[in-house]
């Protein structure tokens, strides 16, 4: 596979799969054509290095005012657009934060782009997932089976977790602190069908696939991390949780606890846009609707701004990476303490999956997300800690939201 900033033809290692927030215009009519990835030690700065290649192939990402303004070519051999993942330490290396722990997914890059080209209809490579990309080894006569779930902590070691996080409340060093645990399981046999019930969760505002050789990430995330559309940057952060009952929905609603955790990131989210250059008054648009993914209410909120001047990708993703809400506040201090407590990184989970256009970006946060790799799948899942938090609460909150994958995966 290819590193730094170099970039390889035909992309034969990458598997055919519908890329997560890909214009629906474009899909079945577009081909990868080349590939961009960067692993932690690979040097320079992750940020401009994608941004430059994305430039190099002829996207407008340097002034992102000109991509919300651009023609949108259709013709065969003209630029789609790219898929672009930055992995949560990635991000954290973007906005100068700790990285934590070793990724349990190492063979994964922490920054990869694949770049697509439009082609005739009905001609393109993207529908399916092939086991090649998984892994050469496997025989797609083998009959899939998915083993026993091994958690990285124990539910006593993530309640711990959580009194961590209050003891630095009460010492004044964060206001609130997004826990994250890491759960594996060995499979046999072809992981794309699988990997795609993942994607079709209901909600899965960004479900899509991202694969290379010997890997694959499949997401169901509900969540915007940023849009840049019609010359505005948005964001729409989540957080709270309840069961998807009119039970659930009346106590997130009237959940004091819950309204004060999702305020806290929506502060900090306008605090992200407000220190990207070349952007007018940041606005929150929505606050604390509630929306359903798979069986479970969620609060939403919406904040955005107007592009007015020199905006590049680089400095959006220096601003946005990693995700407010699945850091805390303040960001820098919320992903000191992560380093310390979580027990293993996290990998694809809590990074950025999304689409870079000729017309617009759009980057899901990589919640209710999957990596495949080595005859293992990994998922993430946790959730905010205030001072409010009850330490049994937040580990079963964080189960409620793997449950839904879990089953996917271990469908058929």
């Known amino acids: 596979m290819v590193h730094g900033n170099r970039g390889y033809d035909h992309c034969a290692t990458v598997a055919p799969a519908v890329p997560p927030g890909s214009p629906a215009s474009c899909q079945r009519r577009h081909r990868p054509s080349s590939m961009f990835e960067w692993h932690l030690g690979d040097g320079g700065n992750p940020a ?4 430059a290649w994305l430039a190099d192939n002829g996207l407008p990402v340097r002034d992102l005012l000109r991509t919300a303004n651009a023609f949108h070519p259709n013709g065969v051999g003209t630029p789609c657009g790219s898929s672009l993942y930055v992995s949560a330490a990635a991000g954290s290396v973007m906005a100068g934060g700790a990285v934590g722990r070793p990724s349990p997914v190492p063979g994964i890059p922490d920054v990869a782009a694949v770049f697509y080209e439009h082609t005739d209809p009905g001609a393109g490579r993207e ?3 092939s086991q090649r990309a998984i892994s ?8 899939w089976s998915l083993g026993a779930w091994e958690d990285s902590w124990t539910p006593a070691e993530h309640a711990a977790a959580v009194r961590a996080v209050h003891a630095a409340i009460a010492r004044g060093d964060v206001y609130q602190v997004n826990v994250v645990g890491h759960a594996s399981a060995p499979y046999t046999g072809d992981p794309g069908p699988s990997l795609q019930r993942v994607t079709e969760l209901p909600g899965a505002r960004y479900g899509g696939l991202l694969a290379g050789a010997g890997w694959a990430i499949a997401t169901a995330s509900p969540e915007t991390l940023v849009e840049v559309r019609a010359g505005r940057v948005v964001t729409r952060p989540i957080k709270g949780t309840r069961p998807a009952t009119a039970q659930g929905r009346r106590e997130l609603l009237g959940s004091a606890k819950e309204r004060a955790e999702h305020i806290m990131i929506v502060d900090l989210e306008r605090n992200d ?3 990207l250059p070349g952007v007018g008054p940041v606005r929150v648009d929505e606050l604390f609707a509630v929306r359903r993914w798979s069986g479970l209410w969620q609060a939403e909120s919406e904040v955005s701004a107007p592009i007015e001047g020199g905006l590049g990708l680089a400095e959006l993703l220096r601003a946005v990476c990693p995700g ?3 850091t805390g506040a303040p960001k820098l201090a919320a992903l000191d303490l992560i380093a310390g407590i979580e027990p293993v990184g996290r990998g694809a989970g809590m990074g950025a999956l999304g689409w870079v256009g000729t017309d617009h970006v759009d980057l899901g946060l990589t919640i209710r997300t999957v990596a495949a790799t080595d005859g293992r799948v990994h998922l993430w899942a946790g959730g905010g800690i205030t001072w409010d938090s009850d330490p049994d609460a937040e580990v079963a909150e964080a189960a409620a939201k793997a449950a839904p994958i879990r089953r996917a995966l271990a469908a058929g």
């Open 48 to 51: 401009e290095l994608v941004t």
């Open 127 to 129: 529908s399916g997932l």
């Open 273 to 275: 846009l407000s220190r």
């Open 324 to 326: 407010g809400s699945v």
């Open 136 to 143: 050469d080894s496997r025989s797609d006569s083998v009959p």
